[in-house]
């Protein structure tokens, strides 16, 4: 079956411009999370939605918003893109029984701000 | 708190086993996870250990959980050039899907 499938696999964007990046998770799966990767801060909590709500979110800026669709693909948005949004974004889905068992995720959307 | 901490950095010959350990601080956590990226890749679920297990083997993968300690290792037998990458501990904490990642340990396996 189709893996977590993340568009686009690479963007380039100006300060202060806005991005919207889209995951479609594994079939069946309702929970999306949402990670930022960067050499400096690791790998970031940014969100997770399931059946449409966001159940949890890390210590983001407002900047940053997701929404999740009733066929469980998600977006996620930033606006007003600063340098230091420049990261590897990867979203992750796991199976309707939680992710408990584990997350597969994207090969990520790696966003280069300038 | 929610750090899981890790060595930056491991070298190994090919043939070898390699040993990742990892440290949480959060002892509620219920699953603790192996992922593995490659360059250029998202991260890959390698295995995982439910907390009430000590020990977890499967295939070249052995992982060890001491609870006490709060010491997580992963140890891969027979280490492979393919395996170089960098490997993270993760956890879950508290009731909902929020994952906290350790820093990463770059494993370098030398032929």
């Known amino acids: 079956k189709a893996g977590v499938t993340q568009t686009p696999r690479y963007l380039i964007k100006t300060r202060g411009q806005q991005v919207t990046l889209s995951c479609s998770p594994i079939?069946?799966?309702?929970?999306v999370s949402w990670y930022q990767q960067t050499p400096g801060q690791g790998l970031q909590f940014l969100f997770e939605?399931?059946?449409?709500?966001?159940?949890n979110k890390g210590n983001f800026p407002g900047r940053f918003s997701g929404r999740q669709f009733s066929n469980s693909r998600s977006e996620m948005n930033v606006s007003t893109l600063e340098l230091g949004d420049s990261a590897l974004y990867l979203c992750?889905?796991?199976?309707?029984?939680?992710?408990?068992?584990?997350?597969?995720f994207g090969s990520g959307t790696r966003l280069t701000v300038v | 708190g929610e750090d899981v901490e890790q060595s930056l950095f491991l070298s190994v010959r090919e043939g070898d086993s390699s040993v990742i350990n990892c440290t949480y601080t959060?002892?509620?956590?219920?699953?603790l996870y192996w992922y593995k990226q490659e360059p250029g890749a998202g991260l890959q679920l390698l295995t995982y250990?439910?907390?009430?297990?000590d020990m977890k083997q499967d295939q070249r993968l052995t992982v060890l959980l001491n609870k006490k300690d709060k010491h997580l290792s992963l140890r891969i037998a027979d280490t492979q050039t393919g395996d170089s990458a960098i490997y993270f501990c993760?956890?879950?904490?508290?009731?909902?899907?929020?994952?906290?990642f350790g820093t990463g340990t770059k494993l370098q396996v030398i032929p």
């Open positions: 992750a889905s796991s199976s309707p029984t939680g992710g408990n068992y584990g997350y597969t």
């Open positions: 079939s069946g799966h309702r929970s």
């Open positions: 939605y399931f059946s449409e709500t966001q159940r």
């Open positions: 959060d002892s509620s956590s219920t699953y």
């Open positions: 250990i439910f907390s009430n297990m």
């Open positions: 993760a956890e879950i904490v508290g009731g909902y899907q929020k994952v906290t």
